[in-house]
């Protein structure tokens, strides 16, 4: 009777540490400052996409949601959001911003601006 007990209360707490693992480790506080520029973000339509989604993730990350929760409303994978979430916890709102990529420097920059008549090489 005892042994069975025993399995029991195993059972039990087995379960409550289960359910207790389906809740996000993420958490994250956010600043007043922060939060208001996220939002801005998220609402904005002249941000590129990819920024208001991670705003979006980061913002719902901040309420208690679960990852997997938030990775169904703003259509990442759980890792990806994982991801964000983790560079948002190290570098804050520079964590969000891309980083830079390995490769051929662009040969042309979008902020160079030659004189009318010039030609580009």
Do not use: H
Not at 21 to 45: G, W
Not at 73 to 91: E, P, S, T, Y
């Amino acid at each position: 009777m005892t042994i069975a007990i025993g399995v029991i209360e195993w059972l039990q707490i087995s379960l409550e540490a289960a359910v207790a693992t389906n809740k996000t480790p993420i958490k994250i506080e956010l600043t007043s400052d922060e939060r208001e520029i996220l939002e801005q973000v998220a609402r904005s339509f002249s941000v590129a996409y990819r920024d208001v989604v991670r705003a979006r993730a980061i913002l719902s990350l901040a309420k208690g949601m679960s990852v997997s929760a938030v990775g169904r409303q703003v259509g990442m994978a759980r890792r990806i959001v994982c991801k964000w979430a983790n560079r948002f916890i190290r570098k804050r709102l520079r964590g969000l911003d891309d980083a830079p990529r390995s490769g051929r420097p662009p040969r042309f920059s979008p902020n160079r601006r030659d004189a009318p008549g010039e030609a580009r090489v």
